[in-house]
Antibody
Framework: EVQLVQSGAEVKKPGESLKISCKGSGYSFTTYWIGWVRQMPGKGLEWMGIIYPGDSDTKYSPSFQGQVTISADKSISTAYLQWNSLRASDTAIYYCARPRSADDDPFDIWGQGTMVTVSS | DIQMTQSPSSVSASVGDRVTITCRAT??????LAWYQQKPGKAPKLLIY???SLQSGVPSRFSGSGSGTDFTLTISSLQPEDFATYYC?????????FGPGTKVDIK
C-alpha cells in the first residue's frame, strides 16, 4: 500500500525552530515528487512547494520562499518541512502529498497531516 | 500567481439532489484543473484531474467539466457521505493554487 506517514503534532514557542517529517512507503520514493500544503485553522489549502527526492530539486511558492525549507533524505524515504524561527501565524495543519506523476500534477496520495501550534 | 475563485462558498442540499460547484481561474489554464473533497479532520481526497478525468475509485456520480477559465464539479445525486468541503486547484502554472472551497452541508 502506498502511504505517507507524517510526524506527530508539535507545540512550539515563537522564535523556535522546527522540522516535521513525512515518510513514504509502498513505492519508489526517489521517483515521485513530494509536496507540502498548509491549512490554517478553519481555512483553505495553500500549496507551499515540492521536492524531487531523487536529486533534491525543489520548487517553492513565492508566498513561502524564504519562510520554510523543504528537504528530503532518500536513504530513509523521508521528506521534511523546516522552520528556523516560528511565528504564531505558522499555526496550521501541514500535509505532505504525492502528485500523480509529475511535479505539476494534482496530489493523489496524502499524509494524515501534522498540526503545528505556535504560541507563547 | 493564478487566482482561483469558487461559487457558491456554501450550499445546503438534500440527499438525492444534484449539486453543481463552479471554479474560475484568473487566466486560461487549459484543462489543468483538479477537484478535491475534504471532510472535517481528514486530508483532502482527489476526485477529478485534468478537468474531467475521474480518479480511480471515485464514484461516477462525480463529474467535472470545463476548460480555459471556467470549470464545474457536479454531483449527480448527493449521498450522505458527500457532505464535505470541495476545493478546485489549477495545475497549469507554479504555484499550483487552490480555490477557497465550497462547503456542501445538509439542508
Amino acid at each position: 500500500e502506498v502511504q505517507l506517514v507524517q510526524s506527530g503534532a508539535e507545540v512550539k514557542k515563537p522564535g523556535e525552530s522546527l522540522k516535521i517529517s513525512c515518510k513514504g512507503s509502498g513505492y519508489s520514493f526517489t521517483t515521485y515528487w513530494i509536496g507540502w500544503v498548509r491549512q490554517m485553522p478553519g481555512k483553505g489549502l495553500e500549496w507551499m512547494g515540492i521536492i524531487y527526492p531523487g536529486d533534491s530539486d525543489t520548487k517553492y511558492s513565492p508566498s513561502f520562499q524564504g519562510q520554510v525549507t523543504i528537504s528530503a533524505d532518500k536513504s530513509i524515504s523521508t521528506a521534511y518541512l523546516q522552520w528556523n524561527s516560528l511565528r504564531a501565524s505558522d499555526t496550521a495543519i501541514y500535509y505532505c502529498a504525492r502528485p500523480r506523476s509529475a511535479d505539476d500534477d494534482p496530489f493523489d496520495i496524502w499524509g494524515q497531516g501534522t498540526m503545528v501550534t505556535v504560541s507563547s | 500567481d493564478i487566482q482561483m475563485t469558487q461559487s457558491p462558498s456554501s450550499v445546503s442540499a438534500s440527499v438525492g439532489d444534484r449539486v453543481t460547484i463552479t471554479c474560475r481561474a484568473t487566466q486560461g489554464i487549459g484543462s489543468w484543473l483538479a477537484w478535491y473533497q475534504q471532510k472535517p479532520g481528514k486530508a483532502p481526497k482527489l476526485l477529478i484531474y485534468a478537468a474531467s478525468s475521474l480518479q480511480s475509485g471515485v464514484p461516477s456520480r462525480f463529474s467535472g467539466s470545463g476548460s480555459g477559465t471556467d470549470f464545474t464539479l457536479t454531483i449527480s445525486s448527493l449521498q450522505p457521505e458527500d457532505f464535505a468541503t470541495y476545493y478546485c486547484q489549477q495545475t497549469n502554472n507554479f504555484p499550483l493554487t487552490f480555490g477557497p472551497g465550497t462547503k456542501v452541508d445538509i439542508k
